[in-house]
């Protein structure tokens, strides 16, 4: 069983940043696939960025270059750094976990899911 708990969302302007953290608890070896996955209010699920447990990252090609994920082993935490936020970034933010499935590839088949977090940018 694993655990998430997300915190650092908030409300900013277009152009500004935030930095959301997810603390993880529980078994290790179903969290070897961790990402954040976004959903706004009529949309659909959308995998935003994740990191396997050697560090390698992928991202949502409307993400590159403004969000960077990194994950802290001996925290137990996982980061999505957000820069140069658009309105279209609004959402709620969730932290996800996998064995297996990549957050970002299919956001509807992970097994762990965290409470979210709401980003809200306006214009």
């Known amino acids: 069983q694993v655990h998430l708990v997300e915190s650092g969302g908030g409300s900013v302007q277009a152009g500004g940043s935030l930095r959301l953290s997810c603390v993880a608890s529980?078994?290790?070896?179903?969290?070897?696939?961790m990402g954040w996955v976004r959903q706004a209010p009529g949309k659909r699920r959308e995998g935003v960025a994740a990191?396997?447990?050697?560090?390698?990252?992928t991202y949502a090609e409307s993400v590159k270059g403004r969000f960077t994920i990194s994950r802290d082993n001996n925290k137990n935490t996982l980061y999505l750094q957000m820069n140069s936020l658009k309105p279209e970034d609004t959402a709620m933010y969730y932290c996800?976990?996998?064995?297996?499935?990549?957050?970002?590839?299919?956001?509807?088949?992970?097994?762990?899911w965290g409470q979210g977090t709401q980003v809200t940018v306006s214009s």
């Open positions: 996800a976990a996998d064995h297996t499935i990549s957050p970002l590839w299919a956001p509807n088949r992970v097994n762990y």
């Open positions: 529980g078994d290790r070896d179903n969290r070897r696939y």
């Open positions: 990191i396997d447990s050697a560090g390698g990252t």
